[in-house]
């Protein structure tokens, strides 16, 4: 009930705010570099022929423009081949020879190099899609090159790299494969090493596309890598099991904070607290300012952690004086229904003492509810 009165009757307390900054700044100057994990994609290596999606990688294929993606739900054997690939039967799919030999005896035509992926486009000029997707955010480089592998005609594609909508890059492959299984195909295509920034969930799509003349004869080695750069650094707190805020279950993201913008005056929605620092000293910040990205200048701790909420607002307060309130729990969680009868506009974070963790203390996510 104190809480609910101390939401409705925003600002709380004052104060703790010199303190709070003292606290943030004494315990991490330092921002830790930002690493990739993992440092590289590559195709051939990460291939599944059970999962798919299969990590950051998905296996599909597309109408003959090339616009749009339709997930492999299931695995067949291509009749020139005895190795399984993600297609439904006809000649339109990916799959990749698992064994360290090389792959003779599809149909006696084709040649598969050991361990690598052949790609084919469909009987209705559909192309086969290999797609990654940016597991987060930042700059990653991508590597493709390609090979014809049937040895009676040459293989006749067309190759197409996107970042999303737009096209990174694009070419024909029209060469053979040597009839000597012994003697691997020629690259036949390369894309030079081509740097891209992305937002996490950004796609980047190899399309093997049967060249405008039919799917005979298409069969094409695709070696595809992407490597990351630099992930972006974070720009907003997100939640953990030691400091966790939430509206109504909604959750932001290292460069999306929670917000909630135009509630209807008079609506009920749901402040949730959690930690699982129970009795530990514990607060949580409120203003009406905007909050700042890491960026923009936010204090981060020594363990990454960032103080979105600006802590020069003079409308910024805490509830409990800066960790001066009833330690945490006893329960792990609250959940608290708040409404305003007038127009509102504030942001708030969570901090709980963690002694366990470098700096000391923990962050919540920020949110910020306008009506
Ligand atoms: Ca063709």
Same mark, same amino acid.
């Given at each position: =009930?104190?809480?609910?009165?101390?939401?409705?009757l =925003?600002?709380i307390?004052?104060?703790?705010?010199?303190?709070?900054?003292?606290a943030?700044?004494?315990?991490?100057?330092?921002?830790?570099?930002?690493?990739?994990?993992?440092?590289v994609?590559?195709?051939?290596t990460?291939?599944?022929?059970t999962?798919?999606?299969?990590?950051?990688?998905?296996?599909?294929? #597309?109408?003959?423009?090339?616009?749009?993606?339709?997930?492999?739900?299931?695995?067949?054997?291509?009749? @020139?081949?005895?190795?399984? %690939?993600?297609?439904?039967?006809?000649w339109?799919?990916?799959?990749?020879?698992?064994?360290? #030999?090389?792959?003779?005896?599809?149909?006696?035509?084709?040649r598969i190099?050991?361990?690598?992926?052949? =790609?084919?486009?469909?009987?209705?000029?559909?192309?086969?899609?290999?797609?990654?997707?940016?597991?987060?955010?930042?700059?990653?480089?991508?590597?493709?090159q390609?090979a014809?592998?049937?040895?009676?005609?040459?293989?006749?594609v067309y190759?197409?790299? #996107?970042?999303?909508?737009?096209?990174? @890059?694009?070419a024909? /492959?029209?060469?053979?494969?040597?009839?000597?299984?012994?003697?691997p195909?020629?690259?036949?295509?390369?894309?030079?090493?081509?740097?891209?920034?992305?937002?996490?969930?950004d796609?980047?799509?190899?399309?093997?596309?049967?060249?405008?003349?039919?799917?005979?004869?298409?069969?094409?080695?695709?070696?595809?890598?992407i490597?990351?750069?630099?992930?972006?650094?974070?720009?907003y707190?997100?939640?953990?099991?030691?400091?966790?805020?939430?509206?109504?279950?909604?959750?932001g993201?290292?460069?999306?904070?929670?917000?909630?913008?135009?509630?209807?005056?008079?609506?009920?929605?749901?402040?949730?607290?959690l930690? @699982?620092?129970?009795?530990?000293? @514990?607060?949580?910040?409120?203003?009406?300012?905007?909050?700042?990205?890491?960026?923009?200048?936010?204090?981060?701790?020594?363990s990454?952690?960032?103080?979105?909420?600006n802590?020069?607002?003079?409308?910024? #307060?805490?509830?409990?004086?800066?960790?001066l309130?009833?330690?945490?729990?006893?329960?792990?969680?609250?959940?608290?229904p708040?409404?305003?009868?007038?127009p509102?506009?504030?942001?708030?974070?969570?901090? /709980?003492?963690?002694?366990?963790?470098?700096?000391?203390?923990?962050?919540?996510?920020? %949110?910020?509810?306008?009506?």
């Open positions: =009930m104190r809480l609910m009165t101390a939401i409705g =925003m600002p307390p004052s104060v703790g705010l010199s303190s709070f900054l003292i943030v700044v004494l315990l991490s100057p330092v921002r830790p570099a930002q690493s990739c994990s993992p440092q994609w590559d195709a051939a990460d291939f599944s022929s999962t798919n999606p299969n990590g950051a990688w998905s296996y599909g294929w #597309s109408n003959p423009q090339g616009t749009s993606f339709n997930l492999w739900s299931g695995q067949a054997t291509w009749g @020139w081949c005895t190795f399984q %690939v993600w297609g439904s039967g006809s339109l799919g990916i799959g990749k020879n698992q064994s360290n #030999s090389p792959l003779c005896t599809c149909n006696g035509l084709t190099p050991a361990q690598r992926i052949v =790609m084919h486009p469909g009987n209705y000029a559909e192309r086969a899609v290999l797609r990654w997707t940016a597991p987060t955010a930042g700059a990653f480089q991508v590597s493709a390609f014809g592998l049937d040895i009676n005609a040459p293989t006749t190759i197409t790299v #996107s970042h999303n909508s737009a096209v990174l @890059w694009s024909a /492959v029209t060469n053979s494969a040597p009839s000597s299984c012994s003697i195909a020629p690259i036949a295509a390369a894309m030079p090493a081509t740097n891209v920034t992305v937002s996490a969930g796609t980047i799509d190899c399309l093997v596309g049967d060249g405008g003349n039919g799917n005979g004869n298409d069969s094409t080695l695709v070696e595809f890598t490597s990351c750069l630099a992930p972006q650094a974070p720009e707190q997100t939640n953990s099991f030691a400091a966790s805020l939430d509206i109504n279950g909604v959750l993201t290292p460069q999306t904070p929670a917000l909630f913008v135009n509630v209807p005056f008079g609506a009920t929605a749901n402040l949730g607290l930690s @699982w620092n129970v009795g530990q000293p @514990w607060d949580v910040g409120v203003g009406l300012a905007p909050l700042i990205p890491a960026s923009a200048g936010a204090p981060t701790t020594s990454g952690q960032i103080v979105n909420l802590l020069t607002d003079p409308s910024f #307060s805490l509830w409990f004086n800066f960790l309130g009833p330690p945490w729990g006893p329960t792990t969680s609250l959940s608290l708040f409404s305003f009868s007038v509102t506009s504030l942001s708030a974070q969570m901090i /709980v003492v963690a002694p366990s963790n470098p700096s000391g203390i923990a962050l919540s996510q920020p %949110v910020t509810f306008v009506q």
